[in-house]
């Protein structure tokens, strides 16, 4: 089940990846990471009724609240300046470093230790992640000379590293509580700090909020429903495994950016694909 759901949770990621890069045109970096985690509360707390609210909430909560709360917040940030700055065939690979991070991060913080078939998993779909930013065959190391020549690119690879302690944050706060819960309050918290920053940053947003609304309401629906499978995913699976299923929302957001941006080089993205199915299969069975 938990492996449905982290494909459901990629294709959501893959989906507001584009819709946020075409309203990127229209609208700053504050205003779409505003846009991404608010316009996503209004389908995800009504799901407060599936689940009760906890008599008590335990410390690990609220320390898994504030810390993962504002370490999102930063992420979120920084990963829409980077597809702002850079194509999204030369940022959203860098996301594959975020379960290579996590192999390192899952068992020191909640003792989540992959089987040996498990890293092998991982190892093949950040390979399949690093081919899709590879320029031209003469060039197997244009990921890396992307992360010196591009912003965008190394504010992702920031971003990969913070998310690789945040879905540790995600995994105490589910299991202090329940996946649906804690979807609500840690998405919550999100947006409120985000609204006091854009607050902050005076930016005159109404006009061109309600002229973007269709596409906006969109990204506040795919995101609010990946939300909710991602957490319902690392309830029962274990983290690296859910957040390496996730990335390979990498595929599909590299064709969103082919076919709709005209970005380049489909060819390489396919056999990228194939290797990171290969590492899907491998999680499956380990």
Not at 45 to 73: D, M, Q, R, T
Not at 142 to 159: F, N, Q
């Amino acid at each position: 089940m938990w492996i449905i759901l982290s494909f459901l949770t990629a294709v959501c990621e893959a989906a507001k990846d584009g819709l946020c890069k075409k309203s990127l045109r229209d609208l700053d970096v504050f205003t779409i990471s505003w846009v991404w985690k608010v316009f996503s509360l209004p389908f995800i707390v009504p799901l407060i009724i599936l689940a009760p609210v906890p008599e008590h909430l335990p410390k690990e909560f609220w320390v898994a609240l504030v810390v993962g709360g504002g370490l999102n917040i930063l992420a979120t940030l920084l990963y829409i300046r980077a597809i702002n700055l850079s194509d999204l065939s030369i940022t959203l690979p860098l996301l594959s470093f975020t379960p290579v991070f996590l192999l390192f991060t899952s068992p020191l913080m909640v003792g989540d230790v992959p089987s040996a078939q498990g890293y092998a998993g991982v190892f093949f779909i950040f390979c399949g992640s690093y081919l899709l930013g590879i320029k031209d065959r003469s060039s197997l190391f244009s990921p890396l000379l992307a992360i010196v020549k591009e912003p965008g690119a190394r504010l992702m690879l920031g971003v990969a590293l913070i998310w690789s302690v945040a879905a540790n944050m995600d995994k105490i706060g589910v299991t202090a509580t329940s996946p649906f819960f804690w979807a609500v309050c840690v998405q919550g918290f999100i947006s409120l700090g985000l609204t006091l920053i854009l607050l902050m940053n005076r930016s005159s947003l109404k006009g061109r909020i309600r002229s973007n609304m269709p596409v906006l309401l969109l990204i506040g629906l795919v995101t609010g429903a990946g939300f909710v499978f991602q957490m319902w995913a690392i309830k029962i699976g274990l983290v690296p495994y859910v957040i390496a299923i996730k990335r390979t929302s990498i595929i599909l957001g590299v064709l969103i950016g082919g076919l709709y941006f005209l970005e380049q080089d489909l060819k390489t993205r396919i056999w990228a694909a194939t290797v990171m199915l290969a590492g899907v299969f491998l999680i499956a069975l380990s």
